[in-house]
């Protein structure tokens, strides 16, 4: 695939960024694509190696190694390097629902698994995606893809993130009637509301969204399915009803002074900041102030750099991000081999802004907040941390992080947003459906299936598997559809 050579001939070139100091002035996406022609390069790039672990979604490690959505990478890459660029589309869309999501916050998992990164650089598989799809939507390739015969079966979807999205698409397109319920008052999910919009701009969801709805696809927004609506009443009107609504129960942190003023979960400050400016452009003031203030961001994930970057640009006077975790190696240690998912350093947009403003990485590794200390308006004035290090248990065997003593710092801290991760579905959907949840709280299903244990009731995405990426979302999604189907057709 792509030029037998290009490897050897070409280096790797990533989409232009527009330097930090400049993009932190606003909320516009700051990653500016190649020409087409320095895009087709890239696509040269693509070896022949035989055995494309790309796109072999498979778990080694217990990570995920390639795509999950099983997209045929080398075929596309092969594609935009001789400017093929329908065919690219076409191609694509035989595995995949919305390119266009993953193309803007996907961390590239076929990436990681390239046979070129084993020695060098990998293929640009991320930015060739987006290209393809970008340019199918410029020439008006996107078209509604509406069935030509319905079934007159009924599907309801709750829940329009990725998972909830790529479900009502396939059940769509195969015929049946599906209408996604929506809690929030737009579509889109943790696309919407948990992905800041310099990273994905909500125009993107939109176009599809009503591409979606031109196939016809009913969306009902600000419906809580569970509190408005009852869920026997879903099961009354509806053949079938797929859950699809996250894993959006956040994971707290319970020390002294957790009651204090101005400490958020992550998910409710970047909620309240997009939904502001979405609704006008911050002039309502409806969202949670960051200007002037040292902020304190508890996680070091994706959604902990969100954090950062969002806190920067509303004008935060300082950010720091915890980190439990001791700090990851630069390269692939001899424990970590490709085509393993790389466990190194990567360090995101937010912290390279942070680093560029304030002159230092704002990631503090191996470190816990042991209190909170308020002022006298009841609101975080400072933190109290303390230093961690691995220790084995010897009952268990396993390496936890514990506190040294001696270590207690105490760092300003005027607003807390907790980044630590979400512990599963929401109890009053689970209740109201009565379907069986596991220890983790994710509903339960047989593995590889999406049935939960009451007749009639799928589900899909991060309330089945847990917290993940919106790429294994849109494969539960899609995934979620076939079961659906053939338990509705018998085929």
């Not at 080398?74 to 919305?98: I, M």
């Not at 470190?367 to 290090?389: H, P, R, Y």
Request: with cysteine; aromatic share 8%.
């Amino acid at each position: 695939m792509g030029k037998p050579t290009g490897f050897l001939e070409y280096e790797r070139k990533d989409a232009l960024q527009i330097p930090p100091l400049e993009r932190i002035k606003n909320f516009e996406e700051f990653k500016m694509p190649l020409s087409g022609e320095e895009q087709q390069i890239q696509g040269a790039r693509c070896m022949e190696c035989g055995v494309p672990f790309c796109q072999a979604g498979m778990m080694i490690g217990g990570m995920a190694s390639g795509c999950p959505l099983h997209n045929l990478v080398p075929e596309t890459n092969d594609l935009v390097y001789r400017g093929k660029w329908r065919q690219a589309y076409e191609r694509l869309s035989k595995t995949h629902s919305f390119p266009e999501f993953t193309s803007h916050v996907c961390p590239a998992l076929c990436e990681a698994a390239c046979t070129c990164s084993l020695n060098g650089k990998s293929v640009t598989t991320k930015d060739n995606e987006k290209a393809i799809i970008e340019t199918a939507w410029e020439k008006g390739w996107v078209t509604p893809q509406t069935p030509p015969v319905r079934t007159g079966k009924k599907v309801a979807v709750v829940g329009s993130g990725p998972s909830g999205l790529a479900a009502a698409q396939e059940l769509n397109r195969k015929g049946h009637w599906v209408t996604v319920f929506e809690r929030n008052d737009r579509a889109g999910g943790l696309l919407r509301y948990g992905i800041p919009n310099m990273k994905l701009d909500k125009s993107v969801i939109d176009r599809r969204v009503k591409l979606m709805e031109e196939e016809g696809v009913v969306f009902k927004t600000g419906v809580d399915v569970g509190k408005d609506v009852k869920a026997r009443d879903l099961l009354k009107e509806f053949d079938r009803v797929v859950l699809a609504c996250g894993a959006s129960n956040p994971r707290d942190i319970q020390v002294p002074g957790r009651e204090a003023g101005n400490i958020y979960f992550a998910v409710d400050f970047l909620k309240s900041v997009t939904k502001s400016l979405l609704d006008s452009r911050f002039k309502d003031n409806r969202f949670i102030p960051a200007k002037g203030k040292h902020v304190l961001v508890i996680g070091g994930g994706d959604t902990g750099n969100d954090c950062v970057g969002t806190a920067i640009r509303l004008g935060a006077k300082s950010v720091a991000q915890l980190e439990m975790m001791p700090k990851p190696p630069e390269t692939r240690t001899p424990g970590n081999p490709w085509p393993e998912w790389p466990r190194v350093l990567k360090t995101d947009y937010g912290q390279e802004e942070a680093i560029a403003l304030f002159g230092r990485d704002p990631r503090i590794y191996q470190t816990t907040v042991t209190e909170f200390i308020k002022d006298e308006k009841g609101n975080v004035q400072k933190a109290k941390i303390i230093s961690l290090e691995p220790k084995k248990d010897e009952k268990t065997g396993r390496m936890n992080m514990v506190p040294v003593e001696g270590t207690e710092q105490v760092m300003d801290a005027q607003l807390v947003l907790i980044a630590a991760g979400f512990l599963g579905s929401q109890k009053y959907v689970t209740d109201a459906f009565q379907v069986e949840v596991n220890s983790r709280t994710n509903v339960w299903t047989k593995p590889d299936e999406y049935a939960t244990s009451v007749p009639g009731v799928f589900t899909a995405g991060d309330m089945h598997r847990g917290q993940s990426l919106v790429v294994w979302a849109i494969a539960e999604g899609r995934r979620a559809a076939e079961a659906v189907d053939l338990d509705l057709m018998g085929y």
